[in-house]
């Protein structure tokens, strides 16, 4: 069939097309703005609120640490993380701090409250009419957008968008998992919603895309805490904070059932916490089959450049003699239980820690019987020297009596009581059962 385009017809057609695309333009002008413009529209109504931070060192006169920080009240409080001032809070006879606005403006300020449990720390400005209102990480969805604010490398501010992808699953201390560039100089910084309000604050980055943030949530504690004032003892401070959590923590972890696994006959602690995480692996060795197993959680507190704390674990050996004297097992063997239990790879004092800051381990060598069995323990600890009530502690202990089998199991903990340590311990030998 031919179809035959007249006068008429095209006329027709004409209006037809005129008519799609008059819908077509209308579409596009009613559809959302995009998450640039929404970005650019974010970072012009709060630059004035986002700001450089540096520490100046006095003697030099010379900034020595940048990072990044918000207004979060008409008041003047600026929030940023603790490790971005924590050298002026242990040493602030040494350093000043300073922030920089957006127009190029340079003022001193003062700290005025710390979270070194979750890394925040406030600032206190004169009043201000710029800041950002707190909102709510809590029933974000995986796949919102967020956009974070700060200084990356000294660059000036920026404004980056990512995706929020839920909390960090097997955590002490909840952390926002962000998919998005965070860089050195962004630490403190805002990151917002397409709202602009705050749900969480630059803290760490793993590079690829894959960043932490604080959630809003703990900032909102610190600001309702009532612990806000100038020229506070910060180190007396940071000792009550330690202490405090670490009372928390062991306190659920001592009252609670630790599952056990098997390991080789020999039944021990197994993940006794759910931010615990258990690796294992086994190798065939020169005089012996060697099993290990160590669990260990992931988190830690910044105190300083030199020093953290928080770690925990512990770990096995299971030891089986392949064609080789007593004699040569036993110095195998010994080589093992010398192994100091660690996060760092056995280095009782990690290089580059601040020796200063804590004590030279003192240890003790038993002999003791664990379920009518001997076994040799060694148990070392070292004091914090700012926080005199919180210790660190290795235990190793090992089966003897076999000629050609031995088992050692270690233990770490790191920031805690001495009577938090001293259950803990009794705990965990409770919880050693060994099969014949």
């Avoid at 830690?300 to 089986?320: A, N, P, R, V, W």
């Amino acid at each position: 069939m031919t179809i035959y385009w007249g006068k008429k017809m095209m006329n027709i057609l004409k209006g037809l097309v005129a008519t799609q695309l008059l819908l077509i333009c209308v579409t596009v002008i009613a559809q959302p703005k995009s998450m640039t413009d929404t970005a650019e529209r974010i970072y012009q109504q709060h630059q004035n609120s986002i700001f450089q931070i540096q520490l100046i060192d006095k003697a030099a006169g010379k900034k020595s640490v940048i990072g990044s920080g918000f207004a979060i009240s008409p008041k003047g409080l600026i929030a940023t993380n603790y490790h971005v001032v924590s050298e002026l809070i242990l040493a602030p006879d040494r350093y000043r701090v300073e922030i920089i606005r957006n127009d190029g403006k340079v003022q001193e300020v003062e700290v005025v409250a710390i979270d070194v449990i979750h890394d925040l720390a406030l600032l206190k400005q004169p009043p201000t009419k710029d800041f950002f209102k707190l909102g709510r990480s809590e029933g974000l969805t995986k796949g919102k957008r967020l956009f974070s604010m700060g200084n990356p490398l000294d660059l000036g501010m920026i404004i980056v968008e990512g995706t929020f992808n839920g909390l960090m699953g097997n955590t002490v201390y909840r952390k926002i998992l962000f998919s998005g560039s965070i860089n050195p100089g962004m630490s403190g910084g805002p990151v917002v919603s397409s709202a602009g309000d705050i749900v969480g604050i630059n803290v760490a980055s793993s590079g690829n895309q894959v960043s932490f943030l604080v959630p809003v949530e703990y900032l909102s504690q610190l600001l309702s805490s009532g612990k806000i004032a100038k020229d506070q003892d910060w180190k007396k401070a940071i000792g009550t904070q330690l202490y405090n959590n670490q009372a928390a923590l062991f306190e659920s972890i001592l009252a609670s059932k630790w599952p056990k696994m098997e390991i080789l006959k020999t039944m021990v602690p197994g993940k006794i916490a759910g931010y615990f995480k258990c690796w294992g692996e086994s190798s065939e060795e020169r005089l012996s089959n060697v099993a290990f197993v160590t669990c260990a959680n992931d988190d830690d507190i910044f105190i300083s450049s030199e020093l953290f704390t928080g770690q925990m674990g512990y770990h096995y050996y299971h030891l089986k003699g392949v064609d080789v004297s007593p004699f040569h097992f036993y110095h195998f063997y010994q080589d093992y239980f010398a192994i100091i239990p660690d996060v760092y790879g056995g280095e009782v004092l990690p290089e580059g820690f601040d020796e200063g800051a804590i004590s030279d381990y003192q240890c003790q060598t038993h002999f003791v019987e664990v379920a009518n069995r001997p076994i040799k323990t060694a148990f070392c600890f070292r004091k914090y020297i700012d926080y005199p009530k919180l210790i660190d502690l290795t235990l190793n202990l090992a089966l003897i009596g076999k000629p050609d089998s031995g088992f050692v199991a270690g233990l770490f903990l790191r920031g805690i009581s001495e009577e938090n340590c001293v259950a803990m311990v009794k705990k965990f030998m409770e919880n050693l059962v060994w099969q014949d």
